[in-house]
């Protein structure tokens, strides 16, 4: 039996939701209730609700998210295979399959392509598309003429990749929904439960939705359904009217409330790092009128553009968060050097290439070493690229002596013998080692590589992932098809590239960070909303270019599956925002950017009725939009130079416990070399001497004057 509950969902369905737990539970504490959300976030916010309804504890509570749930209701052994092996399946069955075909020959050699031909595959076998079936349909013209061969294709590789599947006993998501709507009727895992609450769920693809009708068919369940009668809520009334309204026994409108009401403030920045410098200083503000941190959020449509603006400002505002983002790892010091391991060969052991890997902070060493000698080294040596190169020019043994005024050069290049030593034994044990295997499997390939990385780097924050990485090539050698060295290393070299870390922390209660799908049903007391430009939020949306919108309606009215609308993303993109306009409670910050950080002019979004506050690009106006106490150490030191002069400032080091009297020195230089108008002591000064590198004034003239024949001379050697 289902029975649905609508309504917003502050406080209409959280009220629900805690008032029907505690109404099982005060009847009997320990009866097993499931409750199902759409996302683990939303999920998290459930246990908190059902310590809301029962104060002193509850057990027997078992909280899933939809495919945890599907999981659950599958059986033992229900694992889904890995989408980056699907994908390679995908490629390859086009590969093989398909050698002739006019659309889907594209996919060969192209991965992205792939991986959308993947989600495609899965959109369809989640939406229940039969291909047999939509193919005879397609024959018969109940599919529209427009596309015929395109869709032939696209039916006839979905045919091939359920084949492949069921030939290796393989499971997608796809079939992992199926098979749990097909076992629920006798699932022992289901059984205990006394009722089961779906919570929060906008929209079902077609499987889950037989798994929806297949539970409450055998157990009491009840939908809470984020939905009134409004129209921001269109998105959510059609799947309403459609599908879930059809399925319940019965149903009720919940009584939305008073709701909330905040006061709305928009502010708009160039860039987004500007951007989310206001936002800190805001939350500041909120924290010093009382607001805990973890009762702030700053949501975004998607908050990956925003993940290094956020983890440096943060960190400089001392504003603990925690986030549903990912932030990349290409460029992390550990991966780049991973990546240059496996590429070194390739490259026929480039100088650079092998400078920068052996400078890495990384690179296991044998012994004390000195990679900026090494560099200044293999310059002077004239050492281009090649293994033979290498080995012919680097000294055997002994030192290396290069007197000043040796080939045109005015300075002197001593290397001690025992680092000519460590150096040419480094770059021997790369030249030996860093070779990859004529003809390798993928598993070989896969063994070399992480041999590779144990024997020369020393393992850094990232070194798991990269392994586990490097380990999933290992699981291509399961799919059959033939694979060059160059596909291999390329392979490789995505999956490195491909690797995320967590944004901020996950065990502190700090603020929320979120992308607007994970912060779906989620409150807040102090809400701030990022990047409501054009193109943004709403995202621009364009169809699928294998089945268009045109076609998903003809599959679902004359055949029955399902299949969502992508330009129906228009409307969700109004309800995602509403939604977050519902959970602010106090306060809501609407932020956009008026251009990008190079100055380019951007839209503000069609959700903002008004251009709001500006956020000033000059630091001494952009300092202004913040009180005083929030300034950071630097910023305060900016601001009384700005006003007060360097005596101000040195004031303000000294009771903060810096460097005053430096200050002092290096302020008094600049204004001396500013005021003075012959040349003075200080002209001509561009370094300290034994501190590192120095550049003569002669040199920086000739910089000056023209880098290039600066790069012929001080480079190159061209006299």
Not at 113 to 122: I, K, V
Not at 152 to 171: D, H, P, V
Not at 425 to 439: E, G, H, Y
Request: with cysteine; charged share 30%; hydrophobic share 40%.
């Amino acid at each position: 039996m289902l029975h649905v509950a609508h309504g917003p969902f502050h406080p209409a369905l959280e009220d629900a939701l805690v008032g029907r737990i505690q109404e099982l539970k005060s009847a009997d504490p320990l009866a097993p209730i499931c409750v199902v959300a759409p996302s683990s976030r939303l999920a998290n916010r459930v246990k908190e609700l059902a310590l809301r309804a029962c104060p002193k504890g509850v057990a027997a509570l078992h909280v899933h998210h939809l495919m945890s749930f599907a999981r659950l209701a599958a059986g033992e052994g229900a694992s889904v295979e890995d989408d980056f092996l699907l994908e390679r399946l995908v490629a390859d069955l086009v590969a093989r399959e398909f050698p002739r075909s006019v659309y889907l020959n594209h996919a060969a050699g192209a991965p992205r392509l792939a991986r959308s031909l993947l989600d495609l595959l899965l959109d369809l076998r989640e939406g229940g598309v039969d291909p047999e079936v939509a193919y005879r349909a397609l024959q018969e013209g109940e599919l529209g003429d427009d596309d015929r061969l395109k869709l032939g294709e696209i039916f006839a590789l979905q045919k091939a990749y359920e084949s492949e599947l069921l030939r290796r006993g393989w499971t997608d998501r796809a079939d992992l929904v199926r098979k749990a709507a097909e076992r629920a009727p006798e699932s022992a895992e289901l059984a205990g439960f006394k009722e089961v609450l779906y919570y929060g769920v906008v929209e079902l693809v077609q499987v889950q939705i037989d798994l929806l009708r297949a539970v409450s068919r055998r157990l009491p369940v009840r939908l809470y359904y984020p939905w009134v009668k409004r129209p921001e809520y269109a998105f959510a009334e059609e799947f309403f009217v459609q599908v879930v309204r059809p399925l319940a026994d019965t149903h009720e409108a919940l009584d939305p409330g008073p709701g909330p009401s905040p006061s709305v403030e928009t502010l708009h920045a160039s860039g987004p790092r500007d951007e989310v410098w206001a936002c800190a200083k805001r939350i500041l503000e909120w924290h010093d009128e009382g607001v805990p941190f973890d009762e702030i959020g700053v949501v975004a449509r998607r908050i990956e553009p925003y993940s290094d603006s956020v983890e440096g400002v943060f960190k400089e505002h001392r504003i603990p968060f925690s986030s549903s983002a990912w932030r990349p790892l290409e460029r992390d010091p550990y991966v780049s050097s991973a990546k240059a391991l496996l590429t070194l060969a390739d490259g026929d052991f480039s100088r650079d290439a092998v400078m920068d890997l052996l400078g890495s902070p990384y690179f296991r060493h044998d012994g004390p070493s000195d990679p900026v000698l090494w560099d200044a080294l293999s310059r002077v040596l004239g050492i281009g690229r090649g293994a033979a190169e290498w080995r012919r020019r680097l000294p055997e043994k002994g030192g290396f002596l290069r007197k000043r005024g040796e080939r045109g050069d005015e300075r002197e290049l001593a290397v001690p013998p025992e680092q000519v030593e460590r150096f040419r034994r480094d770059v021997d044990r790369l030249l030996d080692r860093a070779v990859p295997p004529p003809a390798p499997t993928w598993e070989e390939y896969a063994s070399w590589a992480l041999g590779l990385i144990d024997e020369f780097l020393v393992p850094g924050p990232p070194a798991g992932l990269v392994r586990e990485a490097l380990e999933r090539l290992a699981g291509l050698g399961r799919i059959a098809g033939a694979a060059t060295g160059a596909d291999r290393r390329d392979t490789a070299l995505r999956l490195l590239a491909d690797l995320r870390a967590p944004l901020g922390s996950g065990n502190i209660r700090g603020v929320q960070v979120i992308d607007a799908m994970a912060a779906r049903g989620l409150p807040f007391r102090r809400l701030a909303v990022l990047g409501l430009n054009e193109r943004v939020f709403p995202r621009f949306i364009l169809e699928d270019p294998f089945v268009r919108d045109a076609v998903r309606s003809r599959i679902a009215a004359r055949l029955g599956p399902r299949m969502p609308l992508k330009l129906k993303g228009y409307e969700e993109e109004r309800f995602l925002f509403e939604l977050l306009r519902e959970a602010a409670g106090e306060r809501l910050l609407l932020s956009y950017q008026r251009s990008d950080e190079r100055g380019r002019a951007q839209v503000r979004s069609t959700f903002l009725s008004e251009e709001g506050t500006a956020v000033s690009r000059p630091p001494r106006r952009r300092l202004e939009f913040s009180p005083r106490p929030l300034l950071t150490r630097k910023e305060a030191g900016l601001v009384e130079a700005l006003h007060g002069g360097p005596a101000r400032v040195a004031a303000a080091l000294k009771a903060f416990g810096g460097d005053a009297e430096g200050f002092r020195r290096r302020a008094e230089i600049l204004r001396e070399i500013d005021s003075a108008r012959i040349p003075g002591r200080r002209d001509g000064v561009v370094g300290v001497s034994g501190r590192g590198r120095t550049i003569s004034p002669t040199a920086l003239e000739k910089f000056a004057t023209c880098p290039f024949l600066y790069f012929a001379d001080r480079v190159l050697r061209l006299k």
